[in-house]
């Protein structure tokens, strides 16, 4: 899965790195994204602009927005047939930039877990793979949500956890964005680990244990002997 995730790049970087996309001026570095919190996104709506959405898809049908925090991730292996996702599978689809992501792993002979700093080892911001939808509220207001997309891990990841995160490469984002409806067949192949020769990890300390903890602090390397 993806419970917490990093996009600490400057303005400039990110503007490089998903080039023909223009993106909010409220933009600033984060370095603890939660759950439920606004994240950027870049939907496949055609108007090539990035924009604030919520982490946590709301269904166009739900009765209410609670729905978000149970579907902050969605497997890829059944979009097509889980009503949540399936509509936004065909139809919604987004990139969800980012610079790293956070996984705990057990430490040995106690209750305690590590977190651990991933990244690609260039250093390069990439993105998620997401859906996203449009949810009205009975006053009118409409809330973006997204979800990020998960499959089964890389042979390095699996030591961490049985999930990961769909990172898409570069190559595949225009197909990705694609606004035209599309089959899970042609879709699905889009969605598979990406390479461990590529990432990086390093433990970090406790405090992105709090999502109240958006610092940069959250990154720096510790020794875990």
Request: with cysteine; charged share 20%; proline share 10%.
């Amino acid at each position: 899965m993806c419970g917490r995730f990093t996009l600490s790049v400057s303005a400039d970087e990110l503007e490089r790195a998903f080039a023909g996309f223009t993106f909010p001026a409220a933009y600033a570095p984060r370095y603890n994204i939660a759950p439920t919190q606004p994240v950027l996104a870049l939907p496949n709506d055609g108007l090539q602009q990035a924009d604030f959405f919520l982490w946590g898809l709301i269904p166009s049908w739900a009765k209410d927005p609670s729905l978000a925090s149970r579907l902050i991730n969605a497997r890829g292996e059944s979009l097509a047939e889980k009503p949540a996702f399936r509509g936004a599978f065909k139809y919604r689809r987004c990139l969800i930039p980012a610079n790293g992501f956070y996984e705990w792993a057990a430490r040995p002979g106690t209750k305690a877990k590590i977190p651990y700093f991933i990244h690609l080892k260039n250093g390069a911001p990439f993105a998620f793979a997401g859906l996203w939808e449009e949810w009205r509220a009975a006053d009118g207001s409409v809330v973006r949500s997204c979800t990020i997309i998960t499959t089964a891990p890389n042979e390095w990841l699996a030591a961490l956890h049985n999930r990961m995160p769909v990172i898409l490469p570069r190559e595949d984002y225009e197909a990705w964005l694609d606004p035209t409806p599309q089959t899970p067949e042609r879709l699905k192949r889009l969605l598979r680990p990406f390479p461990a020769e590529q990432m990086e990890m390093y433990p970090v300390s406790n405090l992105v244990n709090n999502p109240a903890n958006d610092r940069q602090e959250c990154l720096t390397p510790v020794s875990r002997d």
